[in-house]
């Protein structure tokens, strides 16, 4: 993944969260999570393609280095088990609110935006188990990057160096967004449908 579409994809978050804020009054895996999903399949809200893409691109790139022998492939393994069903989660509650951010923040509110809401209260509320899950993934990463250098495959040590920006992505953006999309919707909603 090229270092400057993934900071595009960072800053049209940035922006699209700086327009919802001012207007406010990824899967990818063949795997089963052990959640169920708190949202119907037929779910209109998408995750965004850019996002969606970035993950099966790191899920394709750990796969190859899992098929990798020696150690490279071991800590890959290792890294794709907590990973795996972490990915899982988020393209079932972090990352599909964020398929909203470009409507709201022109104006735009439908009420079958409130399909959302079970995902944000869900992300809410395993918040605190997934920032646990990104300490385990970093250890992991950082195991595979060692691993990765001391083998000399520049390949996979960028993969590792590509995930730590990911899950710091994730913690200090993707995740508030998502979260702060269940907070606009729940508004604009309550504004729908309050007596005027």
């Known amino acids: 993944m090229k270092k400057s579409s993934y900071l595009h994809g960072v800053s049209a978050i940035a922006v699209a969260l700086f327009g919802i804020t001012l207007s406010a009054p990824i899967a990818v895996h063949a795997q089963t999570s052990e959640h169920s999903e708190p949202h119907g399949h037929d779910s209109k809200i998408q995750i965004p393609e850019a996002m969606r893409l970035e993950h099966a691109e790191i899920h394709d790139s750990l796969v190859s280095a899992t098929k990798m022998p020696g150690e490279v492939g071991e800590a890959a393994r290792k890294l794709a088990a907590v990973l795996d069903p972490h990915f899982v989660r988020e393209e079932q509650i972090a990352l599909p609110p964020l398929g909203l951010l470009a409507p709201l923040s022109r104006g735009e509110f439908t009420p079958e935006m409130r399909e959302v809401l079970p995902m944000t209260d869900a992300l809410r ?51 508030p967004a998502a979260l702060l999309v269940g907070d606009v919707v729940r508004a604009r909603s309550a504004t729908a449908t309050s007596p005027r």
Do not use: D, W
């Open 125 to 175: 509320a395993e918040l605190p188990r997934m920032l646990s899950e990104h300490k385990a993934i970093r250890a992991a990463t950082v195991r595979l990057g060692e691993a990765a250098k001391a083998a000399g495959n520049a390949e996979v040590e960028r993969l590792a160096e590509t995930l730590k920006v990911h899950a710091k992505s994730e913690e200090e953006l993707f995740y």
